[in-house]
């Protein structure tokens, strides 16, 4: 069986998960997959553990951050580059907190990394939205696998669906409604609810963040929305190509509006490919009940293709916590490293 | 770019929507895929046309069966060997029709294309209800792809969705609709139509068979619901394994009354793993709105999946007819060559 190093950057709520991750599906990964993982580093911004070749690998499945610098190999203010030139390349797993619009300081480890022939999952969307395109041809180039299933909305096969599943077909449309806190306060305000006690639910239940600016205001929809299209439609846009229109106060009279006429109001996130330049556009739409999205409520995401030969395939659901976005970076390993049974 | 011999066997409606669609496609696989593929056979049961290498490759689209008979190389009586014999095994894409229940004659055809280290993509349920199993293994044996999304719900993509978007997952149960005419005549039946009428509706709008005994007896359901099953859970059983109730004239005041509650009636073909071997299960259902299949209405199909580390993902739609499975074909040859873009 083959053994490969792993070394995870970002020892946060995804990171963590991962860790566990690992250690849960041990045996279906040897089993199932023949591959064999050692996690040989685990950093976070205050420094991180390292175990070099001829060492057993690391077992921080429990850990939280204290515990992480309580460790017995912790070195504060070890960094990537004591990982790459420590370590025979493997897998890098990148959940690190990226700026939004820069993807730093994330984007330039994976471009390192990739240069240093490591393979790399990430969890972030800053990077992606940053330089897709560039990352891509990195990896193409240097004969890498880059996976990013686990910033294009967790365990919601968006990016496999629309790659794999739809290979060989022209996608003519993407329409998404991939943010679940927008999505969960559309559906209560729907319900009756105002904007106000709709998102101070969300909060109280943990699908909102404290500040939820980002969310509401459709820029999370649109970051994967760029990030969704460059990859399907192979282009290189940027997010200020985006029209954007989030959700606000006003917003609830609309969703109330809509309900009394039998239609739920989404933020819809939809790249249109009908006349030259991909369209993009995040905004409130009326759904009716014929739309492949109308029964997505609540904190639920979705997306749906338009296609030339396949017609319409619509995707829903899939865990959007930690643990959801460390399985979908766990899947694009495994899939990158070839499942051996199917 | 690397040049592969395709065979296809099988000139009905879904055979031919291949010819086409590999025709329509040249030049996005060649591009986006770095794959070209030559047409060199095509069958039917009263024989069929044979390009040997050093002869231009077949351009048959636009043909009818009788147009296959009519070509210049046509020779009645040609047979499977004649082209294993004749040509460097490339991809054999079998469209043949098959005994529902022994899958021959096709089943001894895949079995005998691989052994001669033919990759084969199939469209046909019977050869895998009858021995999906030992199919899979002599794929991995021999090392030649082994493509059957044509035959568990064409553009739908059930089987990519359940082995790939999940890996790492373990699937805890499957539930699908997974037969549109049933789907169709169910939901026609809740708008208040009785059997006869939503059955006759269906066959005039070309989505029941003149015969519909396998539909509406569940059977189709039952084949996809093992084929799937035995994919996702590993497993070799058999169609007496699985307890089956199709829909009749019965069930018309059931649907009726589902709709009265708010419900809808359809046929679910459920597989769970709750104990020991997992529970195989066709029947009609009332399903409530927060059913992740509940708006999956008329013709359409879906599939949902339950996992322990993705939550709940389901996927809905894609087309079923002829074009529909070739598209489904011509991914899975697209996907086994390998995206050399993704």
Redesign the interface.
Same mark, same amino acid.
Request: contains cysteine; proline residues 4%; charged residues 25%.
């Given at each position: 069986m083959t053994r490969t190093n792993v070394a995870l950057l970002g020892f946060g709520n995804v990171g963590r998960a991962f860790v566990r991750?690992l250690s849960e599906?041990k045996a279906?990964?040897c089993q199932r997959?023949g591959i064999g993982f050692d996690l040989r580093a685990a950093l976070r911004s205050a420094g991180g553990v390292l175990a070099e070749a001829g060492r057993d690998s690391l077992d921080l499945a429990g850990l939280d951050r204290e515990g992480l610098a309580a460790h017995p190999l912790f070195r504060p203010g070890l960094g990537p580059e004591a990982v790459f030139d420590g370590l025979e390349p493997g897998v890098l797993v990148e959940c690190m907190s990226a700026h939004p619009d820069t993807g730093e300081p994330a984007l330039s480890v994976l471009r390192e990394a990739m240069a240093r022939g490591w393979h790399v999952v990430t969890a972030s969307k800053g990077p992606l939205a940053a330089d897709l395109c560039g990352l891509r041809r990195q990896a193409?180039t240097k004969g890498v696998v880059f996976g990013f299933s686990g910033a294009t909305g967790a365990?919601?096969?968006a990016a496999?669906?629309g790659?794999?599943?739809?290979? *060989?077909?022209?996608v003519t449309s993407v329409q998404g409604i991939l943010n679940g806190t927008t999505n969960f306060v559309l559906t209560r305000m729907g319900e009756g609810l105002d904007y106000a006690g709709a998102l101070s639910e969300a909060q109280r239940l943990g699908i909102a963040e404290p500040d939820p600016g980002r969310d509401v205001g459709g820029w999370d929809s649109a970051v994967k929305l760029l990030i969704l299209s460059n990859l399907f439609f192979?282009e290189c846009r940027k997010l200020g190509d985006v029209a954007v229109e989030g959700i606000s106060a006003a917003t609830a009279s609309e969703a109330r509006r809509a309900a009394g006429r039998g239609k739920k109001l989404k933020l819809l996130a939809r790249a249109d490919r009908a006349t030259g330049r991909t369209g993009l556009r995040v905004g409130p739409e009326a759904l009716d009940?014929r739309h492949?999205l109308?029964?997505v409520d609540g904190a639920e995401k979705g997306v749906?293709f338009a296609?030339d030969?396949? *017609?319409?395939?619509?995707?829903?659901?899939?865990?959007s916590d930690p643990?959801?976005a460390?399985?979908?970076m766990?899947?694009d390993?495994?899939?990158a490293y070839g499942?051996?049974?199917?």
């Amino acid at each position: 069986m083959t053994r490969t190093n792993v070394a995870l950057l970002g020892f946060g709520n995804v990171g963590r998960a991962f860790v566990r991750l690992l250690s849960e599906k041990k045996a279906l990964l040897c089993q199932r997959h023949g591959i064999g993982f050692d996690l040989r580093a685990a950093l976070r911004s205050a420094g991180g553990v390292l175990a070099e070749a001829g060492r057993d690998s690391l077992d921080l499945a429990g850990l939280d951050r204290e515990g992480l610098a309580a460790h017995p190999l912790f070195r504060p203010g070890l960094g990537p580059e004591a990982v790459f030139d420590g370590l025979e390349p493997g897998v890098l797993v990148e959940c690190m907190s990226a700026h939004p619009d820069t993807g730093e300081p994330a984007l330039s480890v994976l471009r390192e990394a990739m240069a240093r022939g490591w393979h790399v999952v990430t969890a972030s969307k800053g990077p992606l939205a940053a330089d897709l395109c560039g990352l891509r041809r990195q990896a193409r180039t240097k004969g890498v696998v880059f996976g990013f299933s686990g910033a294009t909305g967790a365990a919601l096969p968006a990016a496999d669906v629309g790659l794999r599943s739809l290979a *060989g077909a022209d996608v003519t449309s993407v329409q998404g409604i991939l943010n679940g806190t927008t999505n969960f306060v559309l559906t209560r305000m729907g319900e009756g609810l105002d904007y106000a006690g709709a998102l101070s639910e969300a909060q109280r239940l943990g699908i909102a963040e404290p500040d939820p600016g980002r969310d509401v205001g459709g820029w999370d929809s649109a970051v994967k929305l760029l990030i969704l299209s460059n990859l399907f439609f192979d282009e290189c846009r940027k997010l200020g190509d985006v029209a954007v229109e989030g959700i606000s106060a006003a917003t609830a009279s609309e969703a109330r509006r809509a309900a009394g006429r039998g239609k739920k109001l989404k933020l819809l996130a939809r790249a249109d490919r009908a006349t030259g330049r991909t369209g993009l556009r995040v905004g409130p739409e009326a759904l009716d009940a014929r739309h492949p999205l109308y029964g997505v409520d609540g904190a639920e995401k979705g997306v749906s293709f338009a296609t030339d030969t396949m *017609g319409v395939v619509t995707v829903v659901g899939g865990r959007s916590d930690p643990r959801g976005a460390a399985a979908a970076m766990l899947k694009d390993i495994i899939l990158a490293y070839g499942d051996r049974k199917t």
